[in-house]
């Protein structure tokens, strides 16, 4: 039986895979971070082509949005008007 050998993974895979670390993030940021970078490694394990890449880049988008909305969802309703006013 003949094992059909994988393609090493392009490089503008490994370059988007770089930015799914989470291990710097405090929590709860960490747990979001870590959710998106298992979803990160399924995904680039789909194929190795520029469609993987687009997909890659996209979760890595909407990761950064989910860790900005969870920092904001820590702020009081203080410090949310003084970073509106511009004072922070």
Not at 5 to 33: D, L
Not at 36 to 60: D, S
Request: charged residues 25%; positive net charge; aromatic residues 4%.
């Amino acid at each position: 039986m003949s094992r059909k050998k994988r393609a090493p993974v392009h490089t503008s895979i490994q370059h988007v895979m770089q930015f799914f670390s989470y291990k710097q993030h405090p929590q709860p940021q960490k747990n979001i971070a870590q959710n998106y970078a298992a979803l990160a490694v399924e995904t680039a394990q789909i194929g190795n082509n520029q469609e993987t890449t687009v997909a890659l880049r996209k979760l890595l988008e909407a990761r950064d949005a989910a860790l900005r909305a969870s920092l904001v969802a820590q702020l009081t309703e203080k410090e949310l008007e003084e970073l509106a006013k511009g004072k922070k």
